[in-house]
């Protein structure tokens, strides 16, 4: 019974650990020329707010948060190709895995 109470939790942290450093998300086609810029753009048409998420947290182990912004960077990259914006900027910070973004024309 003891032993497998360790083993499980041997188990557990060996895939949080393992998964903490994965990236699960990829840039899709186009979504590379997407910037990301650290405020509002000036002189852009806003082409609206995009929220997106990822998974911040495995069973008990929390991601790391640089992880997580990063693949929550590409995520909103990839849907400001699909509403024809060029640029992104963070509105808030991530929480829970979770980040809004405002997408902008700038016609670059």
């Not at 590379?32 to 707010?49: H, I, L, M, N, Y």
């Not at 947290?57 to 995520?75: D, G, P």
Request: proline share 3%; charged share 20%; glycine share 8%.
């Amino acid at each position: 019974m003891f032993e497998s109470r360790i083993y499980r939790h041997v188990l557990i942290g060996l895939l949080a650990v393992s998964t903490g450093a994965c990236t699960w998300v990829h840039m899709a086609q186009g979504a590379s020329a997407v910037k990301v810029a650290t405020a509002a753009p000036s002189g852009c048409e806003k082409r609206g707010d995009i929220t997106v998420s990822v998974t911040s947290k495995v069973a008990l182990y929390n991601r790391n948060q640089l992880r997580v912004r990063e693949e929550l960077e590409t995520l909103a990259r990839n849907e400001a190709v699909g509403i024809g914006a060029d640029t992104v900027n963070p509105v808030d910070q991530p929480l829970n895995g979770n980040q809004t973004f405002a997408a902008w024309k700038c016609g670059r």
